[in-house]
């Protein structure tokens, strides 16, 4: 098992900005994809962003530009920096892991709450 502890949320004018860090603990794969989702009230939870051990990123459309994913391999920790922030960028973020046989081991961390308000 992979336990995924976050960290970084919190309250934030339109236009700044925040990093959300995510430690990763347990039966870590080597090779692995770690990445965030956001779940907004009454919508269903998107991915973010993710990336590979090798460094490999994705980014959804709507965060492209102004959010950036990196990791530390030897800390088994994943960031994302949200720059620009907007007020449709108000969700739980959620940090994930995907590893082992198939990427077919996922853990979910608890979830940490960001919101852009004036």
């Not at 492209?64 to 007020?87: C, D």
């Amino acid at each position: 098992q992979v336990q995924l502890v976050e960290s970084g949320g919190g309250l934030v004018q339109p236009g700044g900005s925040l990093r959300l860090s995510c430690a990763a603990s347990g039966s870590i794969f080597g090779v692995n994809v770690m990445g965030w989702y956001r779940q907004a009230p009454g919508k269903q939870r998107e991915l973010v962003a993710s990336i590979s051990t090798g460094g490999s990123t994705n980014y959804v459309d709507s965060v492209k530009g102004r959010f950036t994913i990196s990791r530390e391999n030897a800390k088994n920790t994943v960031y994302l920096q949200m720059n620009s922030l907007k007020p449709e960028d108000t969700a739980v973020y959620y940090c994930n892991y995907h590893g082992g046989p198939g990427f077919s081991i996922v853990s979910w961390g608890q979830g940490t709450q960001v919101t852009v308000s004036s």
